[in-house]
């Protein structure tokens, strides 16, 4: 994953998504301060990283 993004980052933002997952993107970066590719990247890379 991006170096960009602190683990502590990834960890709110994957914490949000097991809570809602109905959040849209949008939705999530306006609570959380990132933008949506930030919010779009994070799942996918770990997806990605599981193959």
Known sequence: MS???GDDTRFRLL???EQ???LSQREMSSELGL???AVNYVPRALVEKAR
Do not use: F, I, W
Request: hydrophobic content about 25%; overall charge positive.
């Open 3 to 5: 170096k960009a993004l």
């Open 15 to 17: 914490r949000r998504l």
């Open 20 to 22: 809602e997952p109905e």
């Open 35 to 37: 933008s949506p590719g």
